[in-house]
């Protein structure tokens, strides 16, 4: 019986590797893909990627399968950069891993593979796919510390029913476990924590390039100026760090946090203290709303929820739909709810979907 070929997205990294690993293990016939996606700043020092491509086929040689590299540079500026400026602009902020999860690693590279004759496609995210009553579930990853099922939720049945999770039953220490003990070069390589496929840099001056500074004033709900901002779209609901806010105001030593942006005046407002009403929530209204089986959840049944990544779940209901959008509330005010950033819908450990927080 002919082997199903798979083609494993290989980024560099050790998750990635690992999987190849497992598949191969696992009978199938394995081909790595790399994936380059950014082309701006190819020499610049926080692009990666060079790197990355060297290490994925130095773990390729030692799997011995083969590896190609394709070129989804325009894609991912066309389907996910410009839309993370438009929503920067607009003074939201964006989670481009979701989106590109969905155009890219899900869409560009699924029908790249298909092309090949691939049977399905893999990559190295902590996250589970279960064949149930018919449908495809999208579960967490087994490591609650590594969970990636966040980032999926806008994945499909069509997406899912083509795609592997290898090391989705693993905890991070046993993934690198099994890179060390095949002397993978990337055994101990450190995990990527900066913007899907452009890498960890300075924010405030990769922003600067693609939208200008407006610079503005700083202020209370009363209207009490503070200071100045360098330009609303370096500022994110909750942020401490970086508001260059001295001494003290209203008598009060504790620290400044965003807690909201007037776009038209281009005002940045902030608030002292962590736990300030301002920063707190009962509930959120989400749009472009996707749903993994293509069902809306039911309303007023008890479920969780995720505004950011490495949430704790949170208790909810969905109150209400009206069109594409819905109302969730909570059990307990979320704090620093972001405009921009996903919500994330779940039923124990099954990822029901999701949406776009709007207010």
């Known amino acids: 019986m002919k082997k199903k070929h798979v083609i494993v997205g290989m980024s560099g990294g050790v998750d990635s590797s690992v999987a190849a690993y497992l598949l191969k293990q696992q009978g199938y016939d394995v081909t790595g893909l790399f994936m380059k996606n950014w082309e701006d700043d190819d ?5 990666s990627s060079r790197q990355d ?14 590896i190609e590299a394709v070129n989804f540079s325009a894609a ?15 003074g939201r902020t964006p989670n481009p891993d979701v989106l590109c999860n969905a155009e890219i690693k899900f869409k560009a590279f699924l029908d790249h593979a298909c092309t090949l004759g691939a049977n399905h496609i893999a990559t190295g995210h902590y996250a589970q796919v279960r064949e149930f009553d018919g449908a495809f579930q999208l579960l967490k990853g087994e490591d609650g510390a590594k969970d990636q099922s966040y980032f999926l939720y806008r994945l499909n049945q069509q997406q899912l029913s ?65 200071g100045r901002h360098l330009g609303l ?23 400044w946090f965003v807690c909201g942006k007037k776009m038209t005046d281009n005002v940045l407002v ?8 301002r920063l707190l ?29 490495r949430q704790k779940d949170a208790p909810c209901t969905i109150a209400s739909f009206d069109r594409d959008q819905c109302q969730v509330d909570f059990a307990q005010d979320q704090w ?22 709007v207010a």
């Open 43 to 47: 020499t610049d020092e926080y692009c």
């Open 53 to 66: 491509f060297l290490d994925a086929v130095s773990v390729a040689d030692i799997l011995d399968i083969p």
């Open 76 to 90: 991912y500026k066309d389907r996910v950069f410009s839309s993370f400026l438009r929503e920067y602009q607009a």
């Open 162 to 226: 083509n795609t592997l999770f290898p090391i989705g039953h693993l905890y991070k220490r046993d993934v690198r476990k099994i890179a060390s003990d095949l002397k993978l070069p990337n055994a101990a390589k450190k995990d990527s924590t900066g913007i899907c496929f452009i890498g960890e840099r300075p924010f405030r001056e990769f922003l600067s390039r693609y939208l200008p500074p407006e610079p503005g004033e700083i202020q209370t709900p009363e209207g009490n100026v503070v």
């Open 233 to 255: 779209m370096y500022y994110t609901i909750g942020q401490r760090q970086g508001l260059g806010i001295g001494g003290t105001r209203d008598g009060s030593d504790e620290p």
């Open 270 to 277: 902030v608030v002292q203290g962590h736990d300030h009403p």
């Open 281 to 309: 929530q009962p509930s959120l209204k989400a749009a472009d709303l996707t749903w993994i089986n293509g069902e809306r959840p039911h309303c007023n049944w008890v479920y969780a929820a995720k505004t950011r990544y």
């Open 336 to 357: 620093a709810v972001t405009p921009g950033q996903s919500v994330v819908i779940y039923e124990s450990n099954v990822c029901l979907g999701g949406g776009i927080i």
